[in-house]
């Protein structure tokens, strides 16, 4: 395979030399791109009678194609080699924009455990949409984020539109054409298929008022179809009801459900045994609307009744729920639903009714049902169909079960596990981090590129040589980061800080305001002459607010405020930078990653469901603080608890917690109070708003940032102080590396087809 690739990426880069010489990094793009799909022609190709899994979900937030199936192939190494051979850089392959289909965690889990899948050799397919702009490029004005359109689409070398595969979906008002674009997802075994569907209108224009010159009229269908693939929905909109969403959902899940039956025809088998063919994995709720459907082929086109409709629904779906904020589970008014899918709406009543009489006499009936006051709860029809229910972490799989589910898990405990999220190593160790990589490549071998867990033996290369090799490789990707930041972003930092990273969706319940506030503690005590011997430390932030929610973009404008502050501040500059980096992406994370020295996983126990980004700092040799929420329990169940820096409020202890009022502790702390006061009308800038939020109203500091407060600066003391001695520090950054081996996604997703799908 490798003798392939070069020989062919050779000739590719000679014809590129030999060629005009107009846009270098699209040449050497096209160059690597032509070489893979040599070495992918020669792979095992699809057959149409093997039994596979589909993953549903309305975001993919891949990263460069090219480079994901050059870390599958494990191609990374060779290819960079012969692009500096001939004197190009590596470096090109990151430059076209990322297909950004996606807002973060979720989205970015689907992307690993598709590259996993190809990898550990499992058939699955990823069904979602091609968002002609995907979420929004950020940018840093006046410290407050601005957003601009992401356009993405012109180049990508790997994408295959298949026109003739295209299907036609059904609206009340409206037919759409679903064209579908195809990426290869490819393992050394494998080539599995990413299929995102992209919307045009049937009749492109009204030809007769384009005749009479009514140029609008004649192109609205046009954009009224394109609408429905036109933009990815930021997670900023609890309310329910957004029509173009819906439209939004229904198109990729129709449009996929009828790909895979015209697959399935295709090997003529009668209908019963569709779920022996296929089994469909939906990502959260998103793509839900994808069981009334096939309950309305299975009736309408295949002729079967409901019970056995409803039965082969059951074997095929499966649901995993990504979020234990009730506020996010969605919902449709009945009347809007009914308005835009009058053909589905019936067997939503079909499955309601279905529910009503299997469970007549339950006591909680009334909690269950999927119309409930004219609304349609999407969890509940997707639990109800389902023969298995995952969350995404252990403690977020208990507290389904315990809250939102509570019901449905009396009744079918059966069907609800656990199966925590991980990620694509290969990308985020091999691609990422050269210099880790090559560290654990001279002690144990390369076998672990294929086999994660094999990376635990690590742990015991400990030896001050070691520690001492490992610092060094940390300080080089920091110093690399550094460079980044200076070139592409115009931000200095000094590579000899303490790099503590905290990089995230900007959300009140990842408590950002939390670490911003520490720094500004610290800063007072600095002035007060109180802060004694403190590391110096740059605070990094980087991550996108949803465009509507005021209060996560006044915390990004509050970090940015604090960073000038201590900008303006030679006393303070010499302990602290506080930095913003505009942008948060999968590149970008890329380059922060393994320059982190602290992760910052700052969630109120009980509300993070896992997360992954804290996988990827720990894999890459970060330590922990954290609070013991989501997946941090685990990774510091493995790590162990004196090699990261726990705090804050426990789960339970919350939960036990009656009338939380943070005034009291705004009134009986000194430390806290003054830092509090900092946000009105002080050196930093207005932050009322902020301020009301944390001490007035019924939902007066909802996230418990103040209860936890005391307990994290200590922490954050606690964790600078060990940093000073960097072979103590780095044997904790060893046992975390050695620990991450845990969450390989490649075990993920085994886990997903050896208790879920089997095929
Ligand atoms: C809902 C309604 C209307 C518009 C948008 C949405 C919407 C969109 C995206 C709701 C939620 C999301 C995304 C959720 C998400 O990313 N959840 C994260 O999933 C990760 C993978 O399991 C976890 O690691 C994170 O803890 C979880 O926050």
Redesign the pocket.
């Known amino acids: 395979m490798e003798d392939i690739f070069k020989k062919s990426l050779e000739a590719n880069l000679e014809k590129l030399a030999a060629g005009p010489n107009k846009n270098v990094e699209k040449g050497i793009n096209r160059a690597v791109s032509a070489a893979l799909l040599d070495v992918i022609c020669r792979l095992p190709t699809r057959k149409p009678a093997t039994p596979r899994a589909a993953y549903f979900s309305a975001?993919f937030l891949p990263g460069s194609f090219v480079m994901g199936s050059l870390a599958n192939l494990n191609l990374w190494d060779i290819c960079k080699q012969i692009l500096t051979q001939k004197g190009y850089s590596a470096e090109c392959l990151c430059r076209p924009r990322d297909p950004a289909l996606g807002?973060?965690?979720?989205?970015r889990?689907a992307a690993c455990l598709m590259d996993s899948a190809a990898a550990t050799d499992i058939s699955l397919d990823g069904y979602g949409i091609r968002y002609r702009y995907g979420i929004f490029r950020q940018g840093i004005k006046d410290f407050s984020q601005t957003e601009t359109p992401d356009i993405w689409q012109e180049d990508c070398p790997l994408e295959k539109e298949r026109r003739d595969q295209a299907v036609v979906v059904h609206f009340s008002d409206e037919d759409v054409l679903a064209v579908p674009f195809d990426v290869p997802i490819v393992g050394k075994n494998k080539i599995n298929r990413l299929r995102l569907w992209s919307a045009e209108a049937i009749t492109p224009i009204d030809f007769q008022a384009f005749c009479d010159g009514d140029f609008c009229s004649a192109f609205k269908q046009m954009n009224n179809a394109e609408a429905i693939s036109g933009f990815l929905?930021?997670?900023d909109?609890t309310e329910a009801g957004?029509i173009l969403?819906l439209k939004q959902q229904y198109f990729f899940s129709a449009a996929s459900l009828k790909s895979i039956l015209r697959d399935f025809e295709k090997i003529g088998k009668p209908i019963n045994l569709l779920s022996d063919y296929i089994k469909i994995q939906l990502n959260?709720t998103?793509p839900t609307v994808a069981i009334p459907e096939l309950l309305r082929l299975l009736c309408e086109e295949y002729g079967r009744d409901f019970e056995t409709a409803f039965k082969i629904c059951g074997e095929i779906f499966s649901y995993t729920n990504?979020?234990v904020m009730a506020e996010?589970l969605?919902c449709w008014e009945e009347g809007l639903f009914c308005k835009v899918l009058p053909k589905v709406y019936p067997y939503i009543v079909m499955l309601n009714n279905h529910l009503r009489q299997r469970l007549v006499g339950t006591e909680a009936l009334n909690q269950l049902l999927i119309i409930k006051n004219s609304v349609i709860h999407m969890a509940n029809m997707a639990v109800y169909v389902s023969h298995k229910i995952n969350g995404?972490a252990k403690i977020h799989s208990e507290i389904i079960k315990e809250s939102i589910f509570k019901n449905f898990y009396g009744i079918y405990p059966e069907r609800f596990l656990n199966i925590t999220?991980g990620i694509a190593h290969r990308r985020w160790l091999c691609l990422a981090n050269k210099g880790l990589c090559e560290f654990a490549d001279n002690r144990i071998g390369t076998e672990w590129r294929e086999n994660l867990p094999l990376l635990e033996q690590l742990e015991k290369f400990n030896s001050t040589a070691d520690l001492d090799e490992l610092a060094k490789i940390k300080s080089d990707n920091k110093k690399s980061l550094v460079r980044y930041l200076k070139s592409d972003f115009g931000l200095s930092v000094d590579p000899d800080y303490m790099f503590s990273v905290q990089i995230k969706r900007i959300h009140e319940y990842k408590r950002q305001l939390l670490n911003i506030l520490s720094v500004l503690g610290l800063y007072i005590d600095l002035k007060n002459g109180e802060l004694k011997d403190f590391y110096p430390t740059a605070f990094i932030f980087a991550g996108k607010a949803a465009p509507s929610y005021y209060n996560a973009k006044q915390i990004i404008r509050l970090i940015n405020a604090v960073s000038a502050l201590i900008e303006r501040d030679e006393a303070a500059r010499k302990y602290f930078k506080v930095l913003f980096i505009p942008d948060y992406n999968v590149k970008n994370a890329m380059k922060i990653i393994p320059a982190a020295d602290l992760s910052e996983q700052l969630s109120t126990a009980g509300t993070?469901?896992?997360?992954?980004g804290n996988m990827k700092l720990s894999l890459n040799g970060a330590p922990t603080i954290g609070t013991l929420d989501?997946a941090n329990i685990e990774i510091v169940d493995y790590a162990g608890q004196e090699n990261n820096y726990i705090f804050g409020a426990k789960k339970e202890q919350l939960q036990k917690l009656e009338a939380y009022d943070p005034m009291d502790i705004y009134y009986s702390s000194d430390r806290i109070s003054r830092v509090l006061d900092l946000l009105k009308q002080g050196p930093a800038g207005d932050f009322t708003h902020l301020f009301n939020s944390l001490l007035f109203g019924e939902n007066a500091d909802r996230y418990k940032v103040l209860l936890d407060y005391p307990s994290y600066q200590n922490a954050r003391l606690e964790a600078n102080e060990d940093y000073k001695n960097s072979r103590v520090y780095s044997q904790k950054a060893l046992k975390n590396i050695a620990a991450a081996s845990h969450f390989s996604a490649d075990q993920t997703v085994k886990n997903y087809n050896r208790k879920i799908w089997n095929v």
Do not use: F, M, Q
């Open positions: 975001e807002n973060g965690g979720l989205g889990l929905y930021p997670p909109n957004k969403r959260d998103h990504h979020t996010a969605e995404v999220n993070e469901a896992s997360g992954t989501g």
